[in-house]
């Protein structure tokens, strides 16, 4: 016999098992790249309070995602967001970020807001536990209150500030000797006291625009040059 007829069956014989073996191997690398895509869950809501009081400038938030699955330990933070106000009032926005694969299918995940003073001082916290929902899907928490700190100084709980809801805009009065110091949208303006038919008037030139606030008991008139604002409830 031909000696390359004698070894044709065998090269056949070695090309399907290399064959088969390509075959058997390929589908394996599949799932791999498939586990290795993220499912992205976004968690979204806004953090407020009940007091009015207007928070020092270094004021900052941190809302975090926690493990709390195991009771008497403490819960492993998955995400966490730091916002620093900057002369922004509440409320605000927060958002969350978290693989939907990390979260187990009989876990149990909360949200936890506070915000310190800049310098670790505690100054307000969420004081109930908001349950996150498991799955791929986003979840809007909507507005969670945060308690004041019992322990806070009193200087840090009020020191006679006093903020107005003006619409969607927060207006924050320090009080003074004839004068007030008003904050809107992180700026400051001091006005004196004008003299008024009623109420008490602050009003000042400013930049070339006059700047006024006139308070009525639990209201109260803005106006910042040429814009007027809706009516400012305390």
Partial sequence: MHPLKSALPMLILFGGLAACTEATNTPSEAPDSAEAQAEMKEIIG???YRERIALRPGA????????ISIADRAAPVLERQTIEFDGQQVPVSFKLNVDSNELEPRGRYSVRAVINDGS???LFT????HLVELGPENVDLGLLILRQNATAPEGEKSDGMRVYSCGDTNAAIMPGEDMIQLKVDGVSYDLPRVPSASGEKYQADIDAQTVMFWSKG???LLKI???????CRS
């Fill in 46 to 48: 806004q953090i407020s």
């Fill in 225 to 231: 040059g040429e814009t007027s604002y809706p009516e």
């Fill in 120 to 122: 670790d001082r505690l």
């Fill in 60 to 67: 900052v938030a941190e809302i975090e995602l926690q493990d």
């Fill in 126 to 129: 969420t004081d109930t536990t």
């Fill in 218 to 220: 639990e209201t109260a």
